[in-house]
């Protein structure tokens, strides 16, 4: 018998000894924090991405030389 094989009774058995073991202000508690972390987790990945953006629309904006602008100033 694996993980796999519990079905909605074994889930649901889990969850009542969980919350007889735990009570539910500290289920509550805890849902809630986890709840924060995968905010924090989700907003720390969309601001990874924002940087990464920013920094390849800085590396596109100045794609030629200093010299060469130089040499076709004196053309």
Do not use: C, H, W
């Not at 009570?23 to 720390?44: D, N, Q, Y």
């Not at 990874?48 to 920013?54: A, F, N, P, S």
């Amino acid at each position: 018998m694996g993980i796999g094989n519990i079905g909605l009774p074994g889930l649901l058995l889990i969850a009542v000894v969980v919350l007889v073991l735990f009570g539910r202000g500290k289920i509550s508690s805890l849902m809630g924090e986890v709840g924060k972390g995968i905010t924090a987790f989700k907003k720390g990945v969309s601001d990874g991405q924002q940087e990464l953006e920013d920094q390849k629309a800085d590396e596109a904006k100045d794609v030629t030389p200093a010299e060469e602008s130089k040499d076709k100033d004196k053309v």
